[in-house]
């Protein structure tokens, strides 16, 4: 479920085009989610571009594995007898994603 890149300063990747993940619409709201981030993350440290850019990526990295186990997991469900247990799965999941709160 791990997927990372050797870090090439000044070039970065977010949602879908950074992300193995099964076409349930994750990656685009990672996408806007990420965005955010970065530009949170480089406004907090200007004058360091590149280590900016490696930290957003480790903190973008770590929460896509999470994204990925458990829509992969929902998929399994999914595939299982049991749809309602599917849409359990799916419908608890997203309060904890995000690693943190936002306001």
């Not at 990372?4 to 949602?15: I, M, S, Y």
């Not at 950074?18 to 004058?47: C, F, K, Q, W």
């Not at 299982?80 to 943190?100: M, N, Q, V």
């Amino acid at each position: 479920m791990s997927h990372t890149w050797t870090h090439v300063p000044g070039v970065t990747l977010l949602g879908d085009a950074a992300h193995l993940m099964p076409p349930l619409g994750v990656g685009a709201n990672l996408a806007m989610l990420e965005g955010a981030e970065l530009a949170e993350t480089i406004s907090a440290d200007p004058g360091d571009l590149d280590e900016a850019v490696r930290a957003f990526e480790e903190q973008m990295w770590a929460r896509a594995g999470r994204w990925a186990e458990i829509t992969t997991a929902g998929l399994e469900r999914l595939v299982s007898p049991d749809p309602a247990e599917a849409l359990a799965h799916f419908a608890r999941r997203p309060a904890h994603l995000l690693g943190r709160h936002h306001r």
